[in-house]
């Protein structure tokens, strides 16, 4: 019997018993996995021996080369862990949070990130790549923007980017996920989410420090928070439940900010504090008037684009106001009024219809008429202007040798004449309608055009002059309306496309 060991005699025999000192203990050595002879001493560190300090993670656990999700037990086994993963990182620059490496088959899983900073704001990042059998083909993701950011809608503190890069193609291409961290105290990342499936297309989770740089990729955009202003991604459409008119409340509410209010089209779709060419604007201003008008032309006295003014008693278009109900107004210029019919109502059954009322110049007032007659006083010499008179008792008084045209050519017998007709106005009234119950002006055969033009020279008929409007069917059948030679140029005036489904103005497609 050894001193330092005991056993029973009636059992053992002397000389099988392995005396203690013949064996050398493990002084913080190094023991392998599985039961060892030798045995340790009291100062001997087990190898999966830990200390605690509050802050368990998984990266405290992880066997060297390992994955980050895998637990090296005493026995040398790993095991998965089911507590999330997380790790916290200082200072700013670019985080990887995962790899996809390469595939060839389809079968796509999900991992989600949280990520929580020092002003107690929280970003949500989702990701998911797209396998297929030729590989990766790309990388989706929702990011979404922390409740807090700066002034100028840039954060402060937390991911302000998210984007992927790649390197090899097809079949070997493996895909990154980066972000971009701006930091002004600590961030903590939490894996919230993880597919059950296909577990090993995601690898290398937060298990790269901060890097100051990385390769060019492709950019996930970021979804504000709306509360502060940002961006949605496709389509948004409102249905209304359980709101009605009445209540003002079956639609979009936009609230007054400064007394100001404004939707914008076409604008950046990156930024959400610009004008851009192009841009329109409909809004509301702060002195209660409606205007639209491009961004870039906005002007504080709404003498740019359309506007209503607050009580909505006057609209106008470019400072021009336009017709008013109820208020007496002079028209300057020339104005086209196309329709089938232009007619000007009575007011009253004691108030006449006033067409004319030039003394002066042979023509009167017309009142209560349901007729017009061209009239000419034969006994004047040939030349002599065809006036459009009322038809009445004192016909004959202001004009007595007056009588009714019987026939009128306008080209006085001749194509290549000209017959000077100075009037004040005419009136057809058709009685067919088989597409000529009204003026018919035929192709020129030289130059295939055909059209009216108002304000011409009375004393020429080709070219055109300061403030004439042509009316033109061209060659290629547009419908073109322009003043002086704008009927010439493709991107002014008013066309109609030969179709009539485009209508432009100046060059803007309305």
């Known amino acids: 019997m050894y001193e330092s060991e005991w056993y029973d005699s009636g059992q053992l025999v002397p000389d099988q018993v392995t005396p203690a000192s013949d064996e050398q203990p493990l002084v913080n050595g190094t023991a392998s996995a599985g039961i060892s002879t030798s045995y340790s001493r009291g100062d001997h560190v087990h190898p999966q021996q830990l200390t605690y300090d509050n802050d368990i993670t998984a990266t405290k656990f992880i066997k060297s080369g390992g994955l980050a999700t895998e637990v090296l037990c005493a026995n040398g086994d790993t095991t998965t862990i089911d507590a999330k993963l ?61 409740t807090y950011i700066g002034t100028q809608y840039v954060i402060e503190n937390g991911a302000r980017e998210l984007f992927h890069n790649h390197s090899g193609s097809g079949t070997t291409a493996i895909y990154n996920a980066y972000i971009r961290l701006e930091s002004v105290g600590t961030i903590t990342i939490v894996v919230t989410d993880k597919s059950t499936q296909y577990t090993n297309r995601i690898t290398e989770i937060l298990t790269q420090d901060i890097v100051t740089g990385v390769s060019t990729g492709t950019t996930i955009p970021i979804n504000y928070n709306y509360g502060y202003g940002g961006f949605m991604q496709n389509t948004l459409q409102v249905n209304p439940t359980d709101r ?34 192009g841009q329109w604007e409909i809004s509301k201003t702060s002195d209660n008037a409606l205007t639209i008008n491009p961004s870039s032309l906005r002007k504080a006295d709404h003498s740019v684009g359309l506007s209503i003014n607050g009580d909505s008693s006057i609209i106008t278009f470019n400072g021009n106001e336009l017709v008013n109900v109820g208020t007496d107004q002079t028209i300057n210029g020339r104005k086209a009024f196309k329709n089938n019919q232009f007619e000007v109502q009575l007011t009253g059954s004691n108030y006449p219809l006033l067409l004319i009322n030039n003394n002066n110049n042979y023509m009167e007032q017309m009142i209560n ?142």
């Open 86 to 146: 997380s790790r916290t990182y200082t200072g700013s620059g670019w985080i990887r949070l995962c790899v996809f490496p390469a595939g060839n088959s389809v079968g796509n899983p999900v991992i989600e990130f949280k990520i929580y900073t020092s002003y107690n704001s929280g970003q949500t990042v989702r990701l998911q790549p797209n396998y297929t059998e030729n590989g990766i083909t790309n990388v989706y993701g929702v990011f979404n923007a922390p």
């Open 244 to 277: 009605t008119k009445s209540s003002y409340s079956n639609g979009i509410r936009i609230g007054n900010f400064s007394n100001e209010a404004a939707l914008y089209l076409a604008c950046s779709n990156t930024a959400i504090n610009t004008v851009q060419a």
């Open 369 to 510: 008429s349901n007729q017009m007659i061209l009239t000419l006083n034969t006994s004047l010499p040939v030349g002599t202007p065809l006036y459009i008179n009322q038809q009445g008792s004192n016909l004959s008084t202001q004009y007595p040798d007056s009588k009714v045209v019987q026939n009128y050519v306008l080209n006085a017998g001749s194509s290549d004449s000209f017959a000077g007709v100075k009037c004040g106005a005419i009136q057809i009234n058709p009685t067919v309608n088989n597409f000529n119950e009204g003026i018919r002006i035929s192709r020129s055969t030289i130059s295939d055009y055909s059209g009216i033009y108002l304000g011409c020279d009375p004393n020429s008929t080709t070219g055109t002059i300061s403030d004439q409007w042509s009316i033109v069917n061209t060659h290629d059948g547009e419908l073109r309306i322009g003043v002086g030679d704008q009927l010439n140029q493709s991107n002014k005036g008013l066309i109609i496309s030969a179709d009539g489904n485009t209508l432009s103005f100046n060059g803007r497609v309305l």
